[in-house]
């Protein structure tokens, strides 16, 4: 089986997809990527089709160091990273070509929090609950449960039978997106308890910049800033969404993210996921209200900017057979 191994896998790499969906009510912890556009823009760019929910390897505050045991195709997206392929420069948000003994090397994070190292067809592990995602807190799914250690020898799909079979593609042309770091607020959508916070309170929200805290993980992020008041009546339990915001009882802020508890009964709002998951910790949080239609209409542009770049075919561009069709045109130009 054509395999990659864990050099030096940094802080926290972990092994996701899209996440256990469906399963929540029976106490299974979500889990899934923590930047789903840069997860799955990344699965397009290697040719695995966005309804595929294909696992890709989420390095988390550090990148990593990657060594291959086959050829295959592989991108780097989500946070800024230099990545270099046998000591050589590439680019990131691109698909890149590895050979048996390639060395993938992108440890340092310039910008942003999460990474993920997508490759064609990818990571083979069992699937449980529908998905490979990792769960650690209840060592579920992924690669044996757990995060990934130096030395791990993670099985990979074979290229060639995925080439034969995405052959049939057209290419065009496109622009690859980088991730949205550039944004300077994050939207939010009233959650189903607005009315447990006045006008006040609710303006104070959206008006008032904010700061990550120092409690920061897949679990949810705390918020630093303005603190809320609401109701003093109890509220019920309820499922927790992820990239709901949660306001405790003395009024802070945390937001939920991929690895949140199942259930929860504070007042919660709703917010965006892959930019919070990779906002810088010294920049201002400023919150933006926007409606529901608003809201699907971001998504619906995410989900047709990830449908372009996978029917660009962009990994064949990178393949052994074209880039030596390239040269052999190249060389009748010549003539």
Not at 230 to 250: C, H, T, Y
Not at 291 to 297: F, G, K, P, Q, R
Request: proline share 4%; glycine share 10%.
């Amino acid at each position: 089986m054509n395999k990659m191994i864990m050099v030096d896998p940094g802080i926290l790499a972990t092994v996701q997809d899209k996440g256990r969906i469906g399963h929540q009510g029976e106490g299974f912890l979500n889990s899934g990527a923590m930047d789903a556009y840069a997860y799955e823009y990344g699965n397009a760019l290697v040719g695995n089709h966005p309804s595929e929910n294909k696992a890709s390897v989420e390095f988390a505050i550090t990148g990593g160091v990657v060594e291959f045991t086959a050829p295959t195709v592989v991108a780097i997206t989500g946070a800024r990273v230099e990545p270099t392929l046998n000591g050589e420069e590439i680019m990131q948000d691109r698909p890149v070509y590895v050979q048996k003994g390639d060395i993938l090397n992108f440890r340092h994070l310039l910008e942003g929090r999460f990474a993920y190292l997508a490759v064609a067809g990818g990571v083979q592990v069992p699937s449980i609950l529908g998905s490979q995602s990792t769960s650690i807190s209840v060592n579920l799914g992924g690669f044996h449960g757990r995060q990934l250690a130096k030395g791990d020898r993670i099985c990979i799909a074979d290229y060639q039978q995925i080439e034969q079979i995405d052959s049939r593609l057209t290419k065009t042309k496109i622009d690859i997106p980088s991730s949205f770091l550039q944004q300077d607020c994050l939207d939010v959508v009233p959650g189903p308890e607005q009315e447990w916070f006045d006008q006040n309170e609710w303006h104070k929200f959206v008006t008032t910049p904010y700061q990550l805290g120092q409690h920061i993980n897949r679990m949810g992020y705390r918020i630093e800033g303005p603190e809320l008041s609401f109701k003093s009546e109890n509220l019920l339990s309820g499922a927790n969404l992820n990239g709901g915001i949660q306001v405790s009882r003395d009024g802070k802020l945390i937001i939920l993210l991929a690895d949140r508890a199942t259930h929860g009964g504070y007042p919660v709002i709703a917010a965006d996921l892959g930019v919070l998951a990779q906002w810088p910790v010294k920049k201002a949080l400023q919150f933006r209200q926007v409606s529901l239609e608003a809201a699907w209409e971001q998504l619906r542009i995410q989900a047709n900017a990830i449908d372009e770049i996978y029917h660009a075919r962009l990994w064949h561009l990178v393949t052994p057979s074209r880039m030596m069709a390239k040269r052999i045109r190249m060389l009748y130009q010549q003539q």
